[in-house]
């Protein structure tokens, strides 16, 4: 289940990018809380969602030819380092009292400029740290790490936010990019993949497409992981809501719902991480994904926060589950120099179609009310998938008794 951590320079940036991520949740979890303070508004609460990765969506397929061409670590120096500026920029406004809702939306949207080329580089560099015979367990312990975040961090954003408020919470995020800043450059670079010369951003974003078009297991992993975000990272911007409108718990309320999501989200990655075998995944994938939207399903009718935070964990469970398994089966599936470019289509179809959800979610709870629009999108989102997994599996198992 660790082996990947034998490596001692993945070992080191494991660590050094899990206390990025802790100051990261942080950040999430106090800029949500900000805006529902600032607002009390579902729309405005989906609308700095939708901005904070509208740009994954516009760029992320131009942004993967780039990375491809680029020496990931140096890339993500730079990317880090933007990341903790704005942290600065936002905890300086706050605590000086100059905060308005279009300062908090303007940064959401740089952040999201800057993550177009953070995330595909962080995912393709993970093979240049540990080799294709560590890969699938590093891409699940990245997943592990990041769900640790989730647990850790709202619940340290409930305490930060008491003792020294939103401002502090920010100062910390930007504090936290520090130590991966260090571990990365001690990392050494690695030459960027061998190219066409000639070749256009265009024409490498075409020839990536080709190379989908012709692997069904890539259509359907890249359609799992557009349906699974649309509906299952989107509806987590509408906590704040059920933590107070309807659980009447507060920010403790909140932290306990994200802590609970982030819970299961690290039973299922830690789960994937022993998994060897490509058709043990997909049948765990496809089982992940249906016990997320039924999970989630439940969450919305629920009206207690201990079942609610129960409902959250199981939902983590298979939604963390099925996507480091999308992960790292994509990753597996391309050649070295496509990995920079297919991450970018992942990130397109995970996070890029986030923005959409986010903004369609807040727009309908804010006329339906939250739990109807989990409630009816778990079931279309059901709907959508079973019949497509049923045919893709059904062809699946006919080739293999082939």
Request: with cysteine.
């Amino acid at each position: 289940m660790f082996s990947s951590l034998k490596v001692r320079e993945f070992r080191m940036y494991w660590i050094s990018m899990f206390v990025s991520l802790l100051g990261s949740w942080v950040q999430s979890t106090a800029q949500s809380w900000l805006v529902f303070r600032l607002t009390q508004s579902a729309f405005l609460m989906g609308l700095v969602g939708f901005l904070s990765y509208l740009p994954v969506s516009l760029l992320s397929l131009a942004a993967g030819v780039y990375v491809d061409r680029s020496i990931k670590r140096n890339l993500l120096v730079m990317t880090q380092t933007m990341f903790a500026l704005l942290a600065l920029t936002l905890a300086f406004l706050v605590w000086t009292k100059t905060v308005q809702i279009w300062h908090v939306i303007a940064i959401a949207a740089l952040n999201g400029f800057v993550l177009c080329f953070d995330a595909p580089a962080r995912h393709s560099m993970i093979v240049e740290l540990v080799g294709r015979q560590h890969l699938n367990n590093a891409i699940a312990l990245n997943s592990a790490a990041f769900n640790s975040a989730r647990i850790l961090g709202p619940a340290l954003a409930a305490v930060l936010i008491a003792l020294i408020g939103t401002a502090g919470c920010f100062f910390v995020n930007a504090v936290s990019y520090l130590p991966v800043l260090a571990v990365l450059l001690r990392i050494k670079p690695f030459p960027a993949a061998e190219r066409n010369g000639r070749a256009t951003v265009l024409g490498d974003i075409r020839e990536s497409f080709a190379l989908i078009r012709g692997n069904r297991i890539l259509l359907y992993l890249l359609g799992v992981a557009g349906l699974v975000s649309t509906f299952g990272v989107s509806y987590l911007v509408l906590m704040p809501i059920f933590a107070q409108g309807i659980l009447n718990a507060g920010a403790i309320g909140l932290a306990y719902l994200m802590s609970a999501s982030g819970l299961g989200a690290l039973i299922g990655a830690l789960n994937i991480a022993r998994l060897k075998h490509d058709r043990s995944r997909l049948r765990v994938m496809h089982f992940s994904v249906i016990g997320f939207f039924l999970a989630a399903v439940l969450f919305s009718v629920s009206l207690n926060l201990l079942l609610s935070c129960a409902f959250l964990v199981l939902a983590g469970v298979g939604a963390a589950g099925s996507m480091s398994i999308v992960n790292a089966m994509l990753q597996t599936s391309v050649p070295d120099n496509h990995r920079g470019r297919i991450m970018g289509v992942f990130m397109t179809v995970f996070m890029g179609f986030i923005p959409f959800g986010s903004l369609l979610f807040g727009s309908l709870a804010q006329l339906f009310g939250a739990p109807s629009v989990i409630f009816f999108g778990g079931l279309i989102s059901l709907a959508v998938y079973l019949p497509v997994a049923r045919r893709f599996l059904a062809g699946e198992s006919l080739l293999e008794a082939a």
